[in-house]
Structures are given as C-alpha cells and as structure tokens.
C-alpha cells in the first residue's frame, strides 16, 4: 500500500506574468437548514485512488491586489473586453463585483479605495478592454483609470458604480448584473459587519453568486434589511412581475421573497467556508475545482477575486488555518478527493498547501487519521495503517498486522526521532499528517555500495545501499554520565568482525574496533535517548534481521 501519491502536477502563477497559460438552474422553492460541518470522530475509513492528474497551482501575489492580478492572468491570458475593478480595502465592494465580472466575462481586479494599484493598472492594459466598471473606489481611482485609459473614458466605457453607503452601491452593481443577462433568478444576501466572520461568509459564497450570475446584496445579520437592499430585490424581479429567490448566508433577515437559510455554523473562518462550500456543492458546485485560501488574520481577502474565476468552473472556496489543516476543511478534502482535479492556493499559506496535497493525494486514510492516539498493545485498520506507512518510510515495525507491539513502538520511536517529533513511541493526534507527509531519511553519505551511519544526536542507524536509506532502526549509544560509561567515537569504522554465538551481554555483535570491544549488538533495552556504554545498541529484534545482511568490511560512519 502506498500511502501518499506524489506525481501530481504543479503550475506556479506570479503576478506580472504567468509561467504557464491555459485558458441557470433553479432552486427548490423551499426553505432549508445547512448544518454541513463536518467532523473527525465517527468518520469510517475512506479509500480513494491516487489522483495523479491532480493539478496543484500556487496564484498569488506579495498582497490581495497582486493576488486579483495573478487570477486575472490565469484565467485571461490573451485578454479580455470587460474588466472590473472594485474597492479591495472593503470586501462588500469586491464580492458584490463578483456576479457583475461573471456576467460581463470579465476578471476581477482589486485596487485600494484611493488609489490605482501600479500592478493592476498593468494587467487592465495587458487585457485591452472595451469597457471598464469601477465599484466603489473612491475619486482618485477614478481619476487615474480616466487618465489612463483616455480612449474609453471619452467614449463613455468606463462606469463608476458607488452608492451613498455599501447596501447602495450593491444595488447599482446588481441592476449591471440585470442589465448584461437580462433577468436575474435569484440573489444572495450576506452579513454587512466588517468582521472576518462576515467576510468568510461572503467570500465562500462568491463563487455560487458568480456561476449563477446571482447579484449580491447585504444586511446587518440580524435585521432589520436595510431599504436599499430591499429595493434591490425589488427592481430585480418583484417590479416586473418575476419571482425570484434568496439565499440567505448567516442571516434569517426576511427578504420579502422565498429563501432559503445557510446557518453558518461556527466562528473561524475555515469552519465557515467548509459549511458553506459544503452546502453549495449539493446545490451545484463542484470540487473538482478546488481554491485553498488563508483563513487567518484576515488572509481570507485573498479569495475577494476568486469569485468570477471560480463561477467558470462552479468550483469551491476553502479556506485553512495558519501551518494547520482544520477538521473540517480536512474531511472535505479526504472524503472529496476522488473529485477533485485542480487546486488553486491563494495567499500565504506556508506548510498547508503541502498538507492539502498530501491528503488529496493520499491513497488511503484510516477512520481515525488525526483524531486518536495510538499506542502499546493498540489494534485495527488504524495500526495497520501507520506499520504500512513506517515500513513505506524505511522504518522497521516488524509485521504489518494492525497490532501494535513492541517493534512498531520502536519504529516510531526511530520515526520520531528523525522527524524531530518527542519521542515517546505514541501516534499522536498531531503526528498523523507529519507521519502522512514524510519523506524517507536520507543518507550524510554519498557513494555506491553499502554502508552504515550512526547519527548520535538523533539517536539512530541507517543503513544505505547505493545512496539510498534501506532501513532506519533506533539505537542507543554511549554516554560518560554512567558507570563505566563512555561516549560512543566519532569518526570512519569497518564491520571487523561478527559473532552469532555471544548473547550476553551484548546480542550477535558486530566489531567495529579491534580494542575496546566497541561494536553494534542488540540489546534488550533500548530507550529514546543513550544509555550504553560505549557500543552501538539496536534491538534484539532488529538485531536478529540487521545481523544477516551486514557483511564484514563494511563502512560504518559515525557522527554528530
């Protein structure tokens, strides 16, 4: 069993210049509950296959505009005749824009409220539009979009859309929406507060809004629906005789039209984009276009412009916390792996994004991958697993039976130790994704042939062939701190000398040094730190394997 696929493909996008290119169904008029969290416990084992087409790609930016830019160029290499460009210091300009990109075919670009960003003024000139809408930036963008773009401004290409507070100016962008399709079946209606809650909300909805080309309005979230948006709602369908609906993100505010309610379960903001993609995937969104953004310290404003990038495919938004895959985003990704063909990863996102792929294209996972703690005389799938995943790594723990004895503690003991991880022979509840993520020891040694190493600091033996770690067993050497101890010695050895009859006290030694009796021999107690004194000790059950394939002469390198 193969525990991790690692033949996935990986396109980096930078803004100013991509390294690669490539280029309405109704609701149920009811109303609903989404409680879709999920969680750890109570989870059964899931099985997928490799998934080695999965495309891995990094778009992002030194910030959210030079994000908006990277997006932009991904998905309108060759150009593109409408671009938006909104208010990226207020995420309420920038969602509501999406559905107006989506519906105009264009990108969505970010600017701060006072100023043109160098950077996306570059890209609208790469684009070479016909027509440009602004969304609530403020004078000096405009000024300087005019300015720059001086054919259109004076054929009256460019529109400013900015309404005398938020609710208004998401009126104006939703009668663009109206205008470009023509009718409008629905619109989605989130939180207004200025909080990463709100903003998660709205960002993890987005993409819905801009594959249905669904207008976006706001409210406080607990009422009453400000009369801007009410009349938005309004002039959208009531006006003209159409019904249309409401979807309702994080809100119960009653809209004057049928909805249906998304409760946003939850405080952080990873918990609420998995309710939420989770709810819009069984309302028509696919993972199979999967974006990763960051969930922490307001990172999430990186996904502010992904909303008309992903309506292209009606893909999902997801968002992680800092150097950790939360629960739920975990579940989702596991039990959706099969799914899932691209992932984009927007923002700063450290280790995670290595985390994600690594679960996605993970061949198997236990039900109880993160959640429990494995340890002496632990059985089941859960124990199989990880003997399969040590053994995989070059570790030793003997028969992968799902027992978990002796042999296995040793070899997560060895695991531990290379890994830098405490050592203390237990599968712990944040050991799963390191042990997930592992990569084999590798050799200080270079050259052909076979050989052993010694690492004293990390209290291990790896035994090479070739360049490569053959197997990687825990040992204890020497230390002067006991009696008659001695520090095990630096330096270049050679296997003198074998002896299959000594049992005690050491096990099958094998000399290293013709005085001194220094030599590697099993023993019957072999703990996390060094306690000899002086040799070399492996366990009496490696030892018996170890023993067999060691022939005399060869090198054993020991060092720090």
């Known amino acids: 069993m193969v525990s991790c696929a690692k033949t996935a493909r990986r396109v980096n996008w930078v803004m100013g210049g991509a390294r690669a290119q490539e280029e309405s169904s109704r609701w149920p008029l009811a109303r609903v509950t989404a409680a879709t969290v999920l969680v750890f416990a109570g989870i059964l084992a899931f099985t997928s296959p ?4 999965t495309d891995y790609r990094h778009l992002t930016g030194g910030d959210l505009y030079k994000t908006s830019v ?3 160029q991904a998905a309108y290499p060759s150009g593109a005749q409408t671009v938006v460009v909104a208010n990226g210091d207020d995420f309420r300009c920038a969602v509501s824009s999406s559905p107006l990109a989506a519906a105009w075919e264009g990108p969505l670009l970010l600017t701060p409220a006072g100023s043109l960003d160098a950077s996306v003024r570059a890209e609208i000139t790469r684009l ?3 027509r440009i809408f602004l969304v609530g930036v403020e004078s000096g963008v405009v000024t300087a979009v005019n300015g720059a773009f001086r054919d259109l ?3 009256g290409a460019i529109t400013t859309l900015r309404g005398t507070d938020i609710y208004d100016t998401a009126r104006l962008v939703a009668a663009k929406v109206l205008e470009r399709i023509g009718r409008v079946w629905g619109v989605v209606i989130v939180p207004s507060e200025e909080t990463d809650w709100a903003g998660a909300c709205a960002v993890s909805v987005s993409p819905f809004a801009a594959a249905k080309r669904w207008p976006v309005l706001f409210t406080p979230a607990g009422g009453p629906l400000p009369s801007a948006t009410r009349m938005a709602v309004k002039d959208l369908g009531a006006a003209r005789g159409r019904h249309i609906e409401a979807l309702m993100v994080g809100t119960p505010v009653d809209p004057g039209v049928t909805a249906q309610v998304v409760e946003v379960h939850g405080r952080d903001v990873s918990q609420v984009s998995a309710n939420i993609s989770e709810y819009l995937a069984s309302q028509g969104l696919r993972y199979s276009h999967t974006m990763v953004v960051s969930g922490y310290e307001g990172h999430w404003r990186h996904g502010l412009a992904a909303g008309p990038y992903l309506g292209r495919d009606q893909g999902v938004l997801l968002a992680v916390e800092k150097d950790a895959l939360p629960a739920a985003t975990f579940n989702i990704l596991r039990n959706r792996a099969r799914e899932i063909d691209r992932v984009d990863f ?6 995670v ?8 294209g993970a061949d198997t996972l236990p039900g109880g991958f993160g959640t429990i703690r494995l340890g002496y005389r632990s059985y089941g799938e859960d124990v199989t697993w990880v003997e399969q995943r040590l053994a995989d790594l070059s570790y030793r723990p003997g028969p992968v039976d799902g027992l978990y004895d002796a042999r296995t503690v ?3 003991l060895a695991f531990e130790k290379w890994e830098g991880i405490r050592r ?8 799963w994704m390191p042990l997930l993520m592992a990569d084999p020891p590798v050799p200080r040694v270079m050259e052909r042939g076979r050989w052993i190493e010694v690492d004293r600091k990390k209290q291990l033996l790896l035994y090479c062939i070739d360049g490569a770690v053959e197997r990687t067993l825990p040992v204890s050497t020497g230390t002067p701190s006991i009696l008659y101890g001695q520090e095990t010695p630096l330096g270049v050895f050679h296997i003198i000398s074998k002896n299959k009859r000594e049992r005690k006290p050491r096990y099958h030694p094998m000399y290293i040094r013709t005085w001194g009796n220094l030599a590697i021999h099993g023993y019957e107690y072999v703990p996390a730190r060094n306690v000899s004194h002086g040799c070399i000790r492996i366990t009496i059950a490696d030892m018996d394997e170890f023993y067999e394939v060691i022939p005399v002469g060869t090198p054993v390198y020991i060092y720090e």
């Open 50 to 53: 490799a998934l080695a087409g």
């Open 70 to 72: 990277a997006l932009s």
């Open 128 to 130: 070479g539009p016909d």
């Open 153 to 155: 401004a004076s054929n």
């Open 346 to 351: 927007c923002g700063p996102l450290g280790s």
């Open 353 to 360: 994004s290595e985390q994600v792929e690594a679960v996605v």
């Open 410 to 412: 040793q070899a997560v």
């Open 424 to 431: 203390d022979g237990l599968v712990k509840e944040d050991e």
